[in-house]
T-cell receptor, first 115, second 117 residues
Framework: EAGVAQSPRYKIIEKRQSVAFWCNPI?????LYWYQQILGQGPKLLIQ????????DSQLPKDRFSAERLKGVDSTLKIQPAKLEDSAVYLC?????????????FGPGTRLTVL | AQKVTQAQTEISVVEKEDVTLDCVYE???????LFWYKQPPSGELVFLIR??????QNEISGRYSWNFQKSTSSFNFTITASQVVDSAVYFC??????????????FGKGTKLSVKP
């Protein structure tokens, strides 16, 4: 079974530039999560999708971050414009359903460096 | 408010030593889940265990064991006879089972374990 795929693996940009990350969840997984992991900290949820609808985006900085999951499969996370404090690893995870009773499977992450 | 505290930032042991990673959580929910994940240098989070709030039975899986105590709001993780391959950052996480944001994992800051040969 293929795991959660993410691209790119690494990205370096200058502040005020734009960047986009892509995530392909495990086939059949209805729930998709984007987490932000700043160096030395645990991951923090940015947004949770159930199929193509948003369940929770309360911690997404909506003035600069946006995410979509068209057709309820792949998802993209965009930052525009980027700030220095956005430097982090962005992790995508998926699960069969949006409850803690099932395991979340994580992708390898995209490491973003903002200069 | 939900919170997970992993007071140990870094632990270093010599191979074959036993090591316990501490996790203390806060939640107002009566139904919740606790997790441990391993993050090796490659960066991918690897699921280790899930425990629901109604199951306080301790669990053992090979060299790994978990001690869940609701009375002290703790969910500690012990590695017996540690090996170099156990070197990683370990995260404890909490998730509520009620409400609209089910599945959202609240992570601690992690404990970096270094096992030296």
């Amino acid at each position: 079974e293929a795991g959660v795929a993410q691209s790119p693996r690494y990205k370096i940009i200058e502040k005020r530039q734009s960047v986009a990350f892509w995530c392909n969840p495990i086939s059949g997984h209805a729930t998709l999560y984007w987490y932000q992991q700043i160096l030395g900290q645990g991951p923090k949820l940015l947004i949770q999708f159930q199929n193509n609808g948003v369940v929770d985006d309360s911690q997404l900085p909506k003035d600069r971050f946006s995410a979509e999951r068209l057709k309820g499969v792949d998802s993209t996370l965009k930052i525009q414009p980027a700030k220095l404090e956005d430097s982090a690893v962005y992790l995508c995870a998926s699960s069969l359903e949006g409850t803690p009773r099932v395991e979340q499977f994580f992708g390898p992450g995209t490491r973003l460096t903002v200069l | 408010a939900q919170k997970v505290t992993q007071a140990q930032t870094e632990i270093s042991v010599v191979e074959k030593e036993d090591v316990t990673l501490d996790c203390v959580y806060e939640t107002r929910d009566t139904t919740y889940y606790l997790f441990w994940y391993k993050q090796p240098p490659s960066g991918e989070l690897v699921f280790l265990i899930r425990r629901n709030s109604f199951d306080e039975q301790n669990e053992i899986s090979g060299r790994y064991s978990w001690n869940f105590q609701k009375s002290t709001s703790s969910f500690n993780f012990t590695i017996t006879a540690s090996q170099v391959v156990d070197s990683a950052v370990y995260f404890c996480a909490l998730s509520e089972a009620e409400g609209g944001s089910q599945g959202n994992l609240i992570f601690g800051k992690g404990t970096k374990l270094s096992v030296k040969p």
